[in-house]
């Protein structure tokens, strides 16, 4: 057996390594929700989801309030019948980001559960496609960053054998967005796929305007121009242009997803597994992109996505953007240009407890 005897959830703000803009907001903190589960053959899972600066006391508060107490006494194996039970009891708040950060927190604790009982990674578990993804760096996009920083950061990526490089756009003057992506895209040819990120910053006019401008300098695609609500929207741009549109980081629902995919809205399926609620639908999310052809390129969370990307035919990249490392004892190992996902049972997050007690919400 496999009984939950123990579920507990902590709030912990984990300050961000370097300076973080786009053009909507600034990447302030991560408010990080742990929920630890015990069970009685002394086995533990430890999942956990995040917010960039609010809302991760009322997560917390969903948790302790309305989630956990529900866990005691289950079976941890039934991971499935939990997510739908526990998406039954908070069918009043769904869809929605609050709830399916609390889900996913849960969630991935289940399937760290299920990992160590089995002694198996994630990626295994999870489909076992293969053990290595390609990644691209983000750290060295970032709107608030010079020209020349851009190319640098670019450069230095190509030297390390990475496959792409993220730039954020959405600047005051479409003139100015085209002149970076311009200066990027001469100095590192064309073996590199130059990501680009308009943070949901769009009208579906401008968004035209812009695609217009970065298709000289072939783009692998253009992330969030719109609002995430607005399918017609993103319909009606892919339609006009050439730029793969890529959207799905501020999805809470798998049927967003299909939508999306049912009217040409999206070339690239960017699914976080905190925001859509956990592994579980993840890789619904994952399969039914697959159906369509569509490639996933899930946003932020290296820590966790590479073993997901890993274990799906048709994951792409991980977005490296680091953000654990001063509460992990491990961290991203990249191989010639190339993410590994971690082999050792469980989720392959390698917690520093008393880091992670030092930020302490209380």
Known sequence: MSIITSATALLADIAVETDRTDAVQSFVKQETVLVRLVTDDGIEGTGYAYTIGTGGSSVL??????????????????????????????????????????????????????????????????????QEVPVYDTEGGWLHLATEDLVKSALAAKEAQWSGVKIKVGKPY????????????????????????????????????????????????????????????????????????????????????????ETGAASVVQVDVARIGGITPWLKVA???????????????????????????????VEYIPQLRAVTRTELTLRDGRAVAPDEPGIGIDWDMDAIDDRRVS
């Not at 529900?70 to 009891?89: H, I, M, S, T, Y």
């Not at 970065?214 to 719109?226: A, G, K, N, S, T």
């Not at 490639?295 to 890993?310: D, I, W």
Request: with cysteine; proline share 6%; glycine share 6%.
């Open 61 to 130: 508060a969903l948790l302790r309030d309305h989630l956990l107490p529900l866990l005691p006494g289950k079976d941890a194996r039934n991971v499935e019948g939990l997510w739908q039970e526990l998406f039954g009891v908070t069918r009043a708040t769904t869809t929605g980001a609050i709830t399916s950060l609390a889900l996913a927190a849960i969630d991935t604790a289940l399937w760290d559960l299920r990992c160590r009982r089995t002694d198996e990674p994630l990626w295994r578990l999870a489909g076992g496609h293969r």
């Open 174 to 261: 479409v003139a100015e967005d085209a002149e970076r992506l311009r200066a990027v895209r001469e100095a590192v040819g064309p073996a590199l796929h130059i990501m680009t990120d308009a943070n949901q910053s769009q009208s579906l006019s401008s968004a035209v305007q812009l695609a217009a401008a970065l298709e000289p300098y072939d783009p692998y695609w253009l992330e969030e121009p719109l609002p995430a609500d607005d399918i017609s929207g993103h319909a009606r741009l892919a339609r006009s242009t050439r730029i793969p549109i890529a959207v799905g980081e501020s999805m809470y629902s798998p049927m967003q997803f299909r939508s999306y995919l």
């Open 287 to 317: 399969h039914l992109a697959e159906t369509f052809n569509v490639k996933v390129c899930p946003h932020f969370l290296m820590e966790l996505h590479v073993s997901l990307v890993a274990a799906v035919s048709n994951g792409a990249y």
